[in-house]
């Protein structure tokens, strides 16, 4: 079993719909849990960076983590065009100080039409 | 200059030849990666150098030769590659390695072929 999980789509929505991003982890010590946007051609940009469980909402976008199902999911609201973009998981244990050990999903390409 | 920047940002290179792959960041971190991007594969974390000393090497063949001069700057030296080699190559930073270290920048890769 991989250690991260992530349904590759890709995703295609109409613009203004709700979109449920997520991945699955089999690994009990992660702690941190991050989403990065990427565009075509350019570099992951950190989105949403949350520590253990819990919601982090940050305007159109809601992070979620659930622990005990080791399940995180980004929610985006009222989907825009320019949301068009591949999504990265990514988490990190934490352990001895090397928080930087992040682990990577393979990333879901999202497209909304307008 | 803003952010974390990558020098070239298109390189095609034969098998025999050198070359080197620049970062620069301008956001004050004390800790720099490289990582390589495939297609269909996760980011794999090749190198990581915090305060310039480097505490990370993820079993990278000896065929990529990583240097940091100081915090902000980061250079990737590439010899006798081979085309299984071809990828995206991403420069990150964070704060530090530490508590900040899950907190990373990347700047806009470098596009390697290798022929």
């Known amino acids: 079993q991989k250690e991260v999980e992530q349904d590759p789509g890709p995703l295609s929505v109409p613009e203004g719909a709700i979109v449920s991003l997520n991945c699955t982890y089999s690994n009990s010590a992660f702690q941190y849990f991050m989403w990065y946007r990427q565009y075509s051609r350019k570099g992951p940009e950190l989105l949403m960076y949350t520590y253990s469980s819990g919601n982090k909402e940050d305007g159109r976008f809601t992070a979620q983590v659930d622990k005990s199902s080791k399940y995180i999911s980004l929610f985006i609201r009222d989907s825009q065009p320019s949301d068009s973009a591949t999504y990265l998981c990514a988490m990190s244990a934490g352990s001895g100080g090397s928080n930087y050990k992040l682990t990577f999903g393979k990333g879901t390409l999202l497209t909304v039409n307008p | 200059e803003t952010g974390v920047t990558q020098t070239p940002r298109h390189l095609v290179m034969g098998m025999t030849n050198k070359k080197s792959l620049k970062c620069e960041q301008h956001?004050?971190?004390?800790?720099m990666y490289w990582y390589k991007q495939s297609a269909k594969k996760p980011l794999e974390l090749m190198f990581v150098y915090s305060l310039e000393e480097r505490v990370e090497n993820n079993s990278v063949p000896s065929r990529f030769s990583p240097e940091c001069p100081n915090s902000s700057h980061l250079f990737l030296h590439l010899h006798t590659l081979q085309p299984e080699d071809s990828a995206l190559y991403l420069c990150?930073?964070?704060?530090?390695?530490?508590?900040?270290?899950?907190?990373?920048?990347f700047g806009p890769g470098t596009r390697l072929t290798v022929t």
């Open positions: 956001l004050g971190h004390n800790a």
């Open positions: 990150a930073s964070s704060q530090d390695s530490g508590l900040a270290g899950a907190q990373q920048y």
